[in-house]
């Protein structure tokens, strides 16, 4: 059974980096058709999909946060990892890993991790 684990520090300074890392077992992160996507939910809001990476490496963005985000894989360790830079307040969420087949959309999701922008 796959299963996705998210990891990272809790509390992040305005103006700095987010970095999450999501490991995942029981499956690769390079089989043909899967993608890696981190999605996250601020309080009160709605999900946000934030950005994916596919198992050949290529990655996709939301619009509205490609500026700032970037995903990236480390095969060797079968993971994934966030980076979202230049955090505010705003970017406070329950940041999930989720993967996603590309044919039929089926999802696994990891349990969210919150993670506070705060001085």
């Known amino acids: 059974q796959v299963q996705l684990q998210e990891s990272g520090p809790g509390l992040v300074k305005p103006s700095q980096t987010l970095s999450l890392t999501c490991t995942v077992s029981?499956?690769?992160?390079?089989?043909?058709?899967?993608?890696w996507s981190w999605i996250r939910q601020p309080p009160g809001k709605e999900l946000e999909w934030m950005g994916a990476i596919g198992y050949s490496g290529s990655t996709y963005y939301s619009p509205s946060l490609k500026s700032r985000a970037s995903i990236s894989r480390d095969t060797s360790k079968n993971q994934f990892i966030l980076q979202l830079n230049s955090v505010t307040p705003e970017d406070t969420a329950v940041y999930y890993c989720a993967r996603r087949e590309s044919v039929f959309g089926v999802e696994v999701w990891g349990q969210g991790t919150l993670v506070t922008v705060s001085s």
């Open positions: 029981g499956g690769s992160i390079t089989t043909y058709r899967y993608y």
